[in-house]
């Protein structure tokens, strides 16, 4: 279990001053590298994994490898929940004694409740500081492609209005697609019946899955995680600017999968960068323990 962590301090102590006018907020869902927030002046409110009957905040008091450990267990099935209100509430009042604009860019809300929460939560500043809410249709490291984009804009002394032109600009240009080893968590979510994962299972089928609008959807099935890892390659040959990419996936330490993944899209994007990163416990209890994915950020064109 993790004990006390820094990142408290991300979310309700600044120990400098905003640099530009508009304070940027998001939730734990967003996948930065140690360090990045910080030194973004990102604000991060955690979700809450729900374990039965136990309630752990997202990046302070449960990690990936936490969850992980959990899961190889007879532990009950995970549950990912937004924010609480007061969350909120208390984040916003913070950031209004120092600015009267927040940018608050939230994991999709086909997958958590986090931008219902959030703009529950700015209703108590109505009025007095503008705060504006953006779902970002996407999750992990899509979430913190957005959120680091506006903090670094922000940092720069742009004004509201221009950060979220472009922030929205921006979410059509990001995807993700990924395949899982089990349908049971795809089946406890909603997005297949019971009969097919059961099917599935027996089959070893390996559903590719691609967040579309918001929400993860099977995209098509394959039987061996040779044909899934070369599925993933297919889909980003498809693009002709790469401008941000990642590999996610269970372990901290690249697998032979995502190690295999990495080789073949260096070697037909050489200029490129494949960093291979852990997914949180947020999108865990969407897709499993065992999911492997591709994030790919387009790019902009004027």
């Known amino acids: 279990m993790m004990g006390d962590n820094p990142i408290i301090t991300i979310l309700f102590h600044w120990s400098k001053p905003l640099s530009g006018n508009v304070a940027i907020v998001t939730d734990s869902a967003a996948y930065f590298a140690p360090g990045e927030a910080e030194s973004l002046n990102i604000n991060i409110a955690p979700l809450q994994i729900q374990i039965g009957s136990d309630k752990f905040l997202d990046g302070i ?24 209100l007061a969350t909120f509430e208390k984040l916003y009042t913070k950031l209004h004694k120092q600015t009267d604009q927040i940018l608050s860019i939230h994991t999709s809300s086909h997958l958590s409740q986090t931008v219902e929460k959030a703009q529950l939560g700015s209703e108590t500043l109505l009025g007095r500081c503008t705060i504006e809410i953006i779902d970002s249709m996407t999750t992990s490291v899509g979430l913190g492609i957005l959120v680091k984009r506006a903090a670094q804009l922000a940092q720069h002394g742009a004004t509201m209005d ?76 498809e693009f002709d600017n790469l401008e941000q990419t990642a590999i996610i996936q269970r372990n901290k330490i690249p697998n032979k999968e995502a190690h295999t993944l990495q080789t073949r899209l260096l070697q037909s994007f050489p200029k490129s960068h494949f960093p291979i990163i852990q997914y949180g416990p947020d999108l865990a209890t969407h897709v499993g323990p065992n999911a492997l994915g591709v994030v790919v950020y387009e790019g902009l064109t004027f």
């Open 162 to 237: 221009e950060i979220v032109r472009l922030v929205r600009g921006m979410i059509p240009h990001i995807y993700l697609v990924f395949y899982v080893e089990t349908m049971e968590f795809l089946e406890r979510g909603g997005r297949i019946g019971k009969a097919q994962a059961i099917l599935g299972s027996m089959l070893n089928i390996k559903p590719i899955l691609f967040m579309e609008d918001g929400d993860i959807i099977p995209l098509e099935k394959v039987r061996t995680t040779e044909k899934a890892v070369d599925k993933l390659f297919e889909f980003v040959t």
């Open 61 to 84: 008091e449960i990690d990936s490898d936490e969850l992980f450990r959990r899961l190889g267990t007879d532990a009950p099935f995970p549950i990912s929940l937004s924010p609480s």
